[in-house]
């Protein structure tokens, strides 16, 4: 059973800087991990994936804010977030897609439960 838990999420004020990490388990390996953020009465969007071959991609709105990167030994995926802005408050899932489990690839997302970021003005 393939297992997401996100950690580092918190309060900073803007300007400041998090580090949000998603530590998996349950499968050998993905083909892709990405980041989405809900905001308060907004819908799911997403703010950047990576892939297994280390190609990453971001959404504008945090685009030169925001660096993803995984150690893949330790099938765990970070989120660095500098320059926080107020409208980055969210909570913010881990997803993983094309993941290997008991040497099949399965085409499933599978989830974290979330990790809260709340940006102070």
């Known amino acids: 059973q393939v297992q997401l838990v996100e950690s580092g999420g918190g309060s900073v004020q803007a300007g400041g800087s998090l580090r949000l990490s998603c530590a998996g388990s349950?499968?050998?390996?993905?083909?892709?991990m990405a980041w989405y953020r809900q905001a308060p009465g907004k819908e799911r969007e997403f703010a950047s994936n990576?892939?297994?071959?280390?190609?990453?991609n971001y959404a504008d709105s945090v685009k030169g804010r925001f660096t993803i990167s995984q150690d893949s030994a330790k099938k765990t995926v970070y989120l660095q977030m500098n320059s926080l802005k107020p409208e980055d408050t969210a909570i913010y899932y881990c997803?993983?897609?094309?993941?290997?489990?008991?040497?099949?690839?399965?085409?499933?997302?599978?989830w974290g439960q979330g990790t809260q970021v709340t940006v102070s003005s």
């Open positions: 997803k993983a897609y094309g993941c290997q489990i008991d040497g099949t690839r399965r085409w499933n997302d599978y």
């Open positions: 349950g499968y050998t390996s993905c083909i892709a």
């Open positions: 990576i892939y297994n071959t280390g190609s990453t």
